[in-house]
């Protein structure tokens, strides 16, 4: 084993580093970080768990957030011991994040009234439908808002009792500070934000009061405090110390930054927060966020309106099926290997797979794959059913198969893509995060063909949004008490400034005079990842090759085409087991 370095021990010994924690679909992750140079990463934990379909509904138990919180921890702290020697007490600050959206339900006692309502369920139609054509802004299905509503319609018996609803972040960090705040990214999964007050928009809380179905609902009394990046969002209590570490060594006190989604983080692993920059998240879930440089000129249920971290407006293309069907694929050809007498690592599988899709035909050879193992609203499926489809004269081959399944994560976000280019939104870069994308020049470069644009990853592109986080936490440690406005982000640790993948214009100043970071919160979180976070980074990126674009256009006519199958799946080949 490498010795450890001194500073890294040091820094540990002495709280001068940043803890981030993120619940993903299937995985909780702790990353440590060290304050003063947030791209060092010290020490991990990890924790797999999975949702579970309970009476037609998505959900995870509290007690799975718990226990899940608590081995990730424990297993970052044992990895602290292992690589520097020595175990962490305190830290300089420390940030949550988790999947956005849903419906966390409490009485006035802090008592969870149903249980959590997760962003795959895609039961709130009729609320979503009537909130989007009374704000003049899409309401998605998974919003929220949405699943308030959607109680309110449906008169649930709970709906009496409520007195606060927040998201998965907001209610781990409600815990474990006290406080229930939410960053802004989280917030605006939650109800439309305002970007110039940078809160909820007051004129749509207006128009929710006037609805004669949400009479008697006081809806900014039930909703979270709002936060930007950098600023105040309380300190770890002992009670919320006992829960992150029931060993009792973690000392309270400690600051924390607002509570973010997976999209803000996603957003900052990327360092994609300012305009006309983006980022691909690939997970259970997969999403694109554009940040805008001016509003949409229309309403389009393909697309989210939510914001970074800073509060700026992004264009959101949200799927909610992801890479979990590939991850199905794998287990099946890993589990082939072992009855082979040929076994081979989760790692090996999917590097195997992926390189074998490069051989494959650039339209997959007629095949065609779904990944939707949930209800997928930008496809109009209010349900999942995982398919592969192919004509008598397609070529089933290995190749073929494993291109389709990737083309076929991509599937979905393309469409909403489509949408903003039509929109005239421009980009100067996309950068891509994920696991998937850990086997260079296979996901990445099939994204870039989907996409028709270049598509960049950073050599932190698997640690995805627990390193996100925790470099919000370094931001918030570094900030202080200070005013984000006040901060000199060039104090500390300054990587060399190596550009970030751009086209060569610098976003501060544009050939068209115009200055694109105007607000001052996003100027001073783009300055401190640029300057103090990605300024060293070595970025990979990929531009479209004409056979994958042509091939993955014709690829994408057929998964169009082919949705009707999808439909017709739902109605023949109900979920077994499931109440209606």
């Not at 264009?315 to 081979?344: K, T, Y």
């Not at 060569?504 to 068209?512: E, L, Q, S, V, W």
Request: with cysteine; proline share 6%.
């Amino acid at each position: 084993m490498t010795a450890p370095e001194p500073r890294h021990r040091d820094a540990i010994a002495a709280g001068r580093t940043a803890l981030g924690i993120e619940f993903g679909s299937t995985r909780i992750k702790a990353c440590l970080v060290d304050a003063d140079d947030p791209a060092t990463v010290l020490a991990v934990g990890i924790h797999d768990w999975e949702n579970e379909y309970v009476d037609r509904r998505w959900t995870y138990s509290l007690e799975s957030v718990w226990s899940g919180l608590q081995a990730a921890y424990a297993g970052l702290v044992a990895d602290a011991e292992e690589r520097h020697g020595v175990r962490p007490t305190t830290f300089g600050a420390i940030g949550v994040s988790a999947m956005m959206h849903g419906y966390l339900a409490f009485d006035a006692n802090g008592e969870l009234l149903v249980p959590f309502r997760t962003w795959r369920n895609t039961s709130t139609g009729p609320a979503a439908a009537e909130l989007t054509a009374a704000f003049g802004v899409n309401i998605p299905l998974r919003w929220s808002i949405a699943h308030l509503h959607q109680a309110v319609i449906d008169d649930e018996p709970h709906i009496p009792q409520l007195d606060t609803f927040t998201t998965l972040a907001g209610y781990v960090h409600w815990k474990l500070t006290g406080r229930a705040v939410l960053g802004v990214g989280d917030a605006s999964g939650m109800f439309p934000i305002d970007p110039a007050t940078k809160t909820y928009d007051a004129e749509l809380l207006r128009r929710y009061a006037a609805l004669d179905s949400a009479q008697g609902i006081d809806l900014p009394a039930l909703l979270p405090e709002v936060l930007v990046a950098g600023e105040d969002a309380g300190s770890l209590t002992s009670d919320g110390a006992a829960l992150l570490d029931p060993s009792g060594a973690l000392q309270p006190g400690i600051p924390f930054c607002p509570p973010e989604g997976d999209a803000g983080t996603g957003m900052v692993a990327t360092g994609s927060v300012a305009p006309r920059t983006g980022n691909v998240s690939a997970g259970t879930s997969i999403f694109a966020m554009v940040v805008l440089e001016h509003p949409l000129r229309s309403v389009h249920h393909e697309l989210d309106l939510v914001t970074t971290p800073a509060g700026d407006l992004v264009a959101m293309v949200h799927c909610n099926n992801g890479a979990s069907e590939l991850a199905g694929w794998a287990g099946l050809f890993r589990r082939f290997a072992e009855a082979a007498g040929a076994p081979l690592s989760t790692d090996d599988v999917y590097e195997t797979l992926f390189r074998e899709a490069l051989s494959g035909e650039a339209d997959a050879g007629g095949l065609v794959a779904y990944n939707h193992l949930a209800g997928e609203p930008i496809a109009g499926l209010p349900e999942g059913r995982p398919l592969v489809v192919r004509t008598p004269d397609s070529r089933l081959t290995l190749a073929n198969f494993v291109r389709a399944q990737l083309y076929s994560v991509f599937g979905t976000l393309a469409l909403g893509m489509r949408v903003l280019a039509d929109e005239g939104v421009s980009l100067d870069r996309m950068l891509a995060h994920g696991g998937m994308f850990r086997t260079a020049g296979v996901a990445q470069r099939f994204l870039a063909g989907a996409l028709d644009a270049p598509v960049s990853v950073a050599e932190t592109a698997s640690e995805g949004g627990a390193w996100g986080i925790a470099v919000l936490a370094a931001y918030r440690a570094t900030s202080g008490s200070t005013d984000n406005a006040d901060r000199d982000d060039t104090v500390g640790t300054d990587r060399a400034d190596t550009p970030y993948p751009t086209d060569g214009t610098d976003r501060a100043d544009r050939a068209d005079g115009t200055d694109s970071t105007d607000s001052t919160a996003s100027t001073a979180l783009d300055a401190y990842l640029r300057h103090r976070v990605f300024g060293g980074f070595a970025f990979e990126t990929v531009t479209p090759h004409p056979d994958d674009v042509a091939g993955f256009a014709r690829f994408l006519e057929r998964y169009q085409s082919g949705l009707e199958a999808e439909r017709a799946a739902i109605t023949a080949l109900p979920v077994e087991g499931a109440s209606a």
